[in-house]
């Protein structure tokens, strides 16, 4: 079975603070755009959420385009400077045990789905200690489309063409939901974020939190067996 993280909301809990300040400061060197509005940003990717805020400070949709490579190399090297040495504290309740038990099954492919750019998403892992669960050359960033429907199908097929019917996918937003209907793979949402249960109803089955989320995937896994 593939199983698709999603990090923030689901793996980790409120770790974006400088995930967004280094955003904001490569719009600032990329585009010279200084924006102090807000825009949604839960389940976006972060082009998605930047083209939004440079668009406040005037800046055309083929300006940002032109800049759009300068731009990622910005946000992941500012990130890289701003990034706690640690973000353990920062790990969703019981995500780590329910990582080490689905590993010792050994039938289990782990891999992501998240709106982060590739580079911030391995290094927030790396700095929360659960680097190591998800392979290099696996999943589908921010990095790789703008549109977050399309990330389910690119991870699965990093994974090697992976079947939609061995595929779940994890996240904590309706966007997430709605990625993973639109590759038609099931989805399983974890009410840690910033959403209810009740804003989380449409996918397969909703969890409070990883300790309740190691059920409601024990009972996905006996169904897919």
Not at 19 to 47: C, F, I, K
Not at 194 to 205: F, H, N, V
Request: charged letters at 25%; a negative charge.
């Amino acid at each position: 079975m593939l199983l698709l993280f999603d990090i923030d909301g689901t793996l980790l809990l409120r770790a974006s603070r400088e995930h967004a300040e280094a955003l904001r400061e490569a719009l600032v060197r990329v585009y010279g755009a200084h924006v102090s509005q807000r825009v949604p940003a839960a389940g976006r990717t972060d082009t998605a959420i930047a083209r939004d805020l440079a668009a406040l400070a005037g800046v055309g949709a083929g300006d940002f385009d032109a800049g759009l490579c300068e731009f990622m190399a910005a946000c992941t090297e500012l990130y890289a400077q701003l990034c706690p040495a640690t973000l353990a504290e920062h790990l969703a309740p019981g995500m780590r045990e329910l990582l080490e038990r689905l590993r010792e099954r050994g039938d289990i492919r782990f891999s992501l789905v998240t709106g982060n750019y590739e580079a911030v998403a391995r290094l927030k892992l790396e700095r929360a200690g659960i680097g190591g669960f998800f392979p290099a050359g696996q999943g589908g960033f921010g990095s790789d489309a703008e549109s977050r429907d399309l990330l389910p199908a690119l991870a699965r097929a990093r994974a090697g063409d992976y079947p939609r019917e061995r595929t779940i996918l994890i996240g904590d937003t309706p966007l997430d939901v709605a990625c993973a209907r639109a590759d038609g793979v099931r989805v399983l949402a974890v009410a840690t974020g910033m959403y209810e249960a009740s804003d989380l109803a449409s996918a397969d089955a909703v969890a409070a939190d990883g300790w309740e989320l190691a059920g409601v995937l024990e009972q996905a896994l006996r169904v897919s067996a």
